[in-house]
């Protein structure tokens, strides 16, 4: 089983980034999404979309962050756009299928103000 993301970086405030997660390995994925979590803070979810196409955004990022998905390759992408210094964190891809969750490794993105 391997979440394999990509995109991740450093970009002025405002800038955009996109981030890409390719899952191998898994049985059934019936759901793909991004998880953050910024230094001393705790992990939180950022945004989720299903199999059918169905999606969620937290309220943080809602408006300014897509997320697309690929089914056919079991991959996930997060257009992250009009990005803020609270953005910074490790972003973390997830999936969900048959079995338990699986996590990403987690890539960084760090916005400077």
């Known amino acids: 089983v391997q979440l394999v993301e990509s995109g991740g970086g450093l970009v002025q405030a405002g800038g955009s980034l996109r981030l890409s997660c390719a899952a191998s390995?898994?049985?059934?994925?019936?759901?793909m999404g991004w998880y953050r979590q910024a230094p001393g803070k705790q992990r939180e979810w950022v945004a989720s979309?299903?199999?059918?196409?169905?999606?969620g955004y937290s309220t943080s990022v809602k408006g300014r962050f897509t997320i697309s998905g690929d089914n056919a390759k079991n991959t996930v992408y997060l257009q992250m756009n009009s990005l803020k210094p609270e953005d910074t964190a490790v972003y973390y891809c997830?999936?969900?299928?048959?079995?338990?969750?699986?996590w990403g490794q987690g890539t960084q993105v760090t916005v400077s103000s």
């Open positions: 997830i999936a969900d299928g048959a079995g338990p969750r699986y």
């Open positions: 390995g898994i049985f059934s994925i019936n759901a």
């Open positions: 979309i299903s199999s059918g196409g169905s999606t």
